[in-house]
T-cell receptor
Framework: DAGVIQSPRHEVTEMGQEVTLRCKPI?????LFWYRQTMMRGLELLIY????????DSGMPEDRFSAKMPNASFSTLKIQPSEPRDSAVYFC????????????FGQGTRLTVV | GESVGLHLPTLSVQEGDNSIINCAYS??????FIWYKQESGKGPQFIID?????DKRQGQRVTVLLNKTVKHLSLQIAATQPGDSAVYFC?????????????FGTGTRLLVSP
């Protein structure tokens, strides 16, 4: 397996634009997580899914953020409208049995909102 | 005002030395702990984990020690190599999140000199 695949690797957008980040988890993994990494706050869990169903979205910063998982092999994290403070590296991770087991991270998407 | 980023403690060692990276965790009822390694431009990579009913676990060149009395976790790397240079994060699943969230520490930068 190629591991967790995220796209794009880098995204630069203007404030107010919609941004969509994409993730393909490892095949067979039941759990998918979205994290955000910044210098100020480190690694933060935004939301996670189990069997395509959102379980805990309490880490999503505000209503401008939304995440979907339409099937077992694809998830999106959308920011609309984007703001400069959303600039960060966004990671997707997947695991077989949830948070108390090893999670495999993608390479991340570096988002810059100008 | 200007943002102040997280200050990452740095451990500098010579190639071949043993390294010890320490982490103080926050919740005495945390159930599960993981060490991750993050190289520049990459996502975190699982190194080793340990459950709260254990106090030591060994992997290949790495050992994790858990001291629940003082809420301290350490990662020992034997015969450190230049390829071990990275930021190392400890993570825990605290009881106040229902053991459902992996909470990351701020990280320690390991620099290995040849």
């Amino acid at each position: 397996d190629a591991g967790v695949i995220q796209s794009p690797r880098h995204e630069v957008t203007e404030m107010g634009q919609e941004v969509t980040l994409r993730c393909k988890p490892i095949s067979g993994h039941d759990y998918l997580f979205w994290y955000r990494q910044t210098m100020m706050r480190g690694l933060e869990l935004l939301i996670y899914f189990n069997n395509n169903v959102p379980i805990d979205d309490s880490g999503m910063p505000e209503d401008r953020f939304s995440a979907k998982m339409p099937n077992a092999s694809f998830s999106t994290l959308k920011i609309q409208p984007s703001e400069p403070r959303d600039s960060a590296v966004y990671f997707c991770a997947s695991s077989l049995r949830g948070l108390n087991t090893e999670a495999f991270f993608g390479q991340g998407t570096r988002l810059t909102v100008v | 005002g200007e943002s102040v980023g997280l200050h990452l403690p740095t451990l500098s060692v010579q190639e071949g030395d043993n390294s010890i990276i320490n982490c103080a965790y926050s919740n005495s009822a945390s159930d599960y702990f993981i060490w991750y390694k993050q190289e520049s431009g990459k996502g975190p990579q699982f190194i080793i984990d340990i459950r709260s009913n254990m106090d030591k676990r060994q992997g290949q060149r790495v050992t994790v020690l858990l001291n629940k009395t003082v809420k301290h976790l350490s990662l020992q790397i034997a015969a450190t190599q230049p390829g071990d240079s990275a930021v190392y994060f400890c993570a825990e699943t605290p009881m106040n999140t229902g053991f459902q969230k992996l909470v990351f520490g701020t990280g320690t930068r390991l620099l290995v000199s040849p």
